[in-house]
């Protein structure tokens, strides 16, 4: 069997990443040997890649890589829900002392897996699991969105954004996402009302889609600010603000005055804690479930990058040419 294999190894911050040869791991019990087919980007990655993300507690050298999609090589002692052959995906390492999926080999935790949707090819796939994982916390797990209820998605057209608005739909809410004027069409496209936020008011936007009464659910993907502006558009009594990005000093009034209320997410914690793993794992199912019935889909960029092509890759992202989630594919 072949001892080594191709990764993109980090030895230093802001750095170039080069593909080099490192050991090919094994299947520990619990574990699943993955053959990767696909990485998804995030902007974490590039975070980490600069040494400007403490909170993902990676140290030199690393292999970066959150997102996976690929193909069962073996499985550990005790595994019994995958076989080889399987195609799989999950939010699975980069992070911590977890491997990442920028390798040719990845051995993960099968708790964090699924089986991949049958519907979509290894590059969709990747481009999935944080995002998805993301606005399923917050909408399901932490506001338990039901039909009929307002939902406001701040960041509409970004990679949380997007999918949190197909979830909302999917529960039979009505969805609303802000963006610029330039993203309209992304946001109407996936079935939410566009809000204008460089043009309209928070007081503006609440009076007319609510009727001053406020969103029951407010998805805050961008911080800042926007988490402040998030705590004036919540309901009265029944407001829920949710936030993947709730880092910085804010005022609790605007949201106290409401009786509303406040979630924080950390989609990282059950990676770094290996507390919860098994809920990312059943989450990802649901992803694929609703991937198979037509109801998400995720906005892909349409350029090819191969392992060799990383810091292109990472490049499109910080530059803002990418339209869409940006994927490694792994040869």
Do not use: C
């Not at 996402?177 to 109407?188: D, K, L």
């Not at 198979?292 to 350029?303: N, Q």
């Amino acid at each position: 069997m072949e001892q080594n294999m191709k990764a993109v190894v980090m030895r230093a911050f802001s750095s170039s990443l080069a593909v080099s040869d490192t050991a090919r791991p094994q299947a520990a019990a619990g574990q699943v040997l993955v053959r990767v087919k696909a990485s998804g980007v995030n902007p974490l990655d590039l975070k980490i890649a600069s040494g400007a993300a403490d909170h993902a507690q990676v140290t030199l050298p690393a292999i970066l890589g959150i997102d996976l999609a690929g193909i069962v090589d073996s499985v550990g002692e005790g595994v019994t829900g995958f076989a080889p052959g399987d195609e799989v995906w999950g939010m699975t390492g980069g992070v911590g002392k977890l491997q990442g999926s920028l390798a040719q080999y990845a051995a993960v935790d099968a708790d964090l897996l699924a089986r991949k949707p049958a519907s979509i090819g290894m590059r969709e796939a990747a481009a999935l699991p944080l995002v998805f994982i993301t606005a399923w916390e917050g909408l399901v797990d932490r506001a338990r969105i039901r039909a009929g209820q307002k939902v406001l998605v701040h960041g509409g057209a970004g990679g949380v954004g997007h999918i949190a608005v197909q979830i909302a739909r999917a529960f039979g809410a009505q969805a609303y996402a802000t963006g610029s004027a330039s993203q309209r069409a992304v946001i109407e496209g996936y079935g939410a009302v566009f809000i204008d936020y460089e043009s309209s008011s928070v007081d503006d936007y609440v009076q007319q889609h609510t009727g001053g009464a406020g969103f029951d659910i407010v998805f805050d993907t961008v911080g800042g600010a926007t988490l402040d502006a998030s705590f004036r558009a919540a309901g009265r009594y029944h407001g829920h603000v949710v936030s993947a990005l709730g880092w910085g000093t804010h005022s609790l009034a605007p949201l106290s005055f409401r009786g509303a209320t406040y979630s924080g997410i950390f989609t990282l914690l059950p990676l770094l804690s290996g507390e919860g793993r098994a809920n990312h794992g059943a989450i990802m199912a649901e992803a694929a479930r609703l991937v198979d019935a037509g109801k998400i889909k995720v906005l892909l960029d349409d350029r090819h990058y191969g392992l060799h092509g990383v810091d292109q890759a990472h490049a499109a992202m910080r530059n803002r040419t990418a339209r869409g989630k940006v994927v490694v594919e792994v040869a």
